[in-house]
């Protein structure tokens, strides 16, 4: 985790703040958990030593202000400038408090407060998480196909996950099978030879029409292909996206005297909106599989279940939170995720640079639906000289270097002008549809349109 930067679930703190790190520990445990790493500025350096009795005297006076208590692990945590103090905060199934009544998430890098309602649609969610390790009535232990556990346990090893236990405990420790070997939900889902025999819910139906609407070829009812699609997730993930891929239409551009494929979608935004899709549907929902509907303008991609927890449309590039926290990370580990909490940012980048507009994301209480688009549109040429001030021309050759700026990164290129005015700038160039705006607060990014 410390290659990454500090976000949704990796916290530095540059000293162990009895508040601070209170506020972490609480922020963290109401989301998907994460580790605080103290010690270290917000830049990844270290900046004071911090002893382990200093550590654990602000670690046990900080849990004195949480509403209950967070449950934590002590661990080191190596880098090149020697041992660091980690704490581990596993998601928790309650909901924390401190002690002053607020109710905090992460987002990004900040603890924030929620909302009534938030804490209202959090605390149902925080339900629904034991939902994933309720044994299966029917189920047995031979239901497990071997061979799919077996592939997801070497997918683990190539991930660093060392296997010091035999398969029925870490069955057991992922939460897949009780202490007696029964399935669970996530057992099932994950590792079952048919899951739809006790989840009918738990497939996909790919349908594709030939028109811009729900419709045959002579205008009635009908379809041009219609697939049923069943198995444990990671297979039912497998089969979707092979045939999305056979119906895409596919071709070709010349990029400097070489031939490069050009798809009808980006291979990263299909596959990423379809993993969110398994991996976020509510499988409590009977009687409704995940929909995938192609259309010669658009592809839909609708999944049972509203956003969960606090989670809502304006804060779902910055923000994470999991319905199915062991699905997904079963999914992590068997390398359809490749990092937790990321993903949607650069879904959208990849259809922007491919020329189409935003994905379109639709929330009701019961269905969250993704629209890919694939219809291209003419890129603006930007008149870097005419129409731009010398900062805004620095500011874009920075883009096109790097494939983003943030307002951080452009006052570091300017660190004369204010950065009322470096907003400005950055205003005036997504207002002229030169730059496109990416997340808000502090996961604000800009990019080239």
Not at 231 to 245: H, L
Not at 305 to 325: A, C, I, K, Q, W
Request: glycine fraction near 8%; proline fraction near 6%; charge should be neutral.
């Amino acid at each position: 985790m410390l290659k990454q930067k500090p976000g949704q679930r990796l916290a530095f703190l540059a000293e162990a703040d009895v508040e601070a790190l209170a506020a972490c520990l609480v922020a963290l445990a109401n989301g998907d958990g994460g580790l605080i790493v103290l010690g270290l500025n917000e830049n990844g350096r270290p900046v004071n030593e911090i002893w382990e009795e200093e550590a654990e005297g602000a670690l046990l006076e900080a849990a004195r202000l949480c509403r209950p208590p967070v449950p934590t692990r002590w661990q080191q945590v190596e880098t090149p400038q020697g041992t660091l103090i980690g704490i581990d905060v596993p998601r928790s199934t309650d909901l924390h408090t401190l002690d002053d009544g607020r109710v905090l998430v992460r987002s990004g890098t900040a603890n924030r407060p929620l909302t009534g309602d938030e804490v209202r649609n959090l605390a149902n969610s925080k339900n629904t998480a034991e939902y994933e390790t309720e044994i299966v009535p029917g189920a047995r232990y031979t239901d497990l196909d071997t061979n799919i556990v077996q592939d997801y346990l070497a997918r683990r090893e190539q991930r660093g996950q060392a296997r010091t236990l035999s398969t029925r405990e870490l069955l057991f420790e992922i939460g897949a099978t009780d202490r007696n070997g029964h399935p669970t939900t996530i057992g099932i889902l994950l590792f079952a030879r048919n899951p739809q025999m006790f989840f009918p819910q738990s497939g996909i139906v790919f349908v594709k029409f030939p028109g811009t609407e729900p419709r045959g070829e002579d205008g009635g009812i009908g379809y041009g292909r219609r697939d049923e699609i069943n198995g444990p997730v990671a297979r039912v993930i497998e089969r979707a996206w092979n045939i999305i891929f056979e119906e895409m239409r596919v071709g070709a551009t010349v990029n400097q005297l070489e031939r490069e494929e050009l798809l009808e979608y980006p291979r990263f935004a299909v596959r990423e909106a379809l993993v969110n899709a398994v991996a976020h549907r509510d499988y409590r929902i009977q009687g409704r599989r995940i929909e995938i509907r192609m259309y010669a303008n658009r592809l839909e991609i609708i999944s049972p279940g509203g956003l969960p927890g606090y989670m809502t449309l304006d804060n779902l590039v910055e923000e994470h939170f999991s319905r199915n926290p062991r699905l997904v990370n079963g999914l992590y580990q068997w390398g359809y995720i490749e990092e937790l909490g990321l993903g949607i940012d650069q879904m959208i980048e990849e259809m922007v640079q491919a020329g189409h507009k935003p994905p379109d994301f639709k929330a009701t209480p019961h269905l969250f639906t993704v629209t890919l688009h694939n219809k291209r549109q003419r890129q603006p040429t930007p008149k870097w000289t005419k129409s731009m001030n010398e900062r805004q021309t620095r500011a874009l050759t920075y883009v096109r270097e790097n494939g983003s700026i943030t307002n951080r990164e452009y006052q570091k290129l300017c660190p004369d002008v204010s950065a009322e005015t470096l907003r400005l700038d950055l205003v005036d160039l997504v207002d002229r549809g030169i730059l496109l705006k990416i997340g808000s607060k502090k996961g604000t990014h800009y990019i080239l349109k």
